[in-house]
């Protein structure tokens, strides 16, 4: 009956220990992601800056499209004039 008591006695503190354990466990594994959800936002803020200086990049295009095709009418200008751009625009090496 001793020995029983004993026993009984024993693997119940056996599973208090378990279940303390257990529970800083769950404690430490919760603060993690804690952390892990806490640094999401500046991340993003990191990422939201970025698309926007690519977003003002891409605005260019328009103007770069626009010089392209204003070089272009001119090219064709010159053309239609009669000469070619070797005469009409003068040598960087004179």
Known sequence: MVIAAISGSLALWVMDLILVASL???GGLLKGILGAAKSIVPRIDAIDGVA???SKDLDAVVLLLTTQNYISQIIGSVAN???SLDVALPDKAD
């Open 81 to 83: 004039y009669g000469g």
């Open 52 to 54: 926007k200086a690519g």
């Open 24 to 26: 800083l466990l769950l």
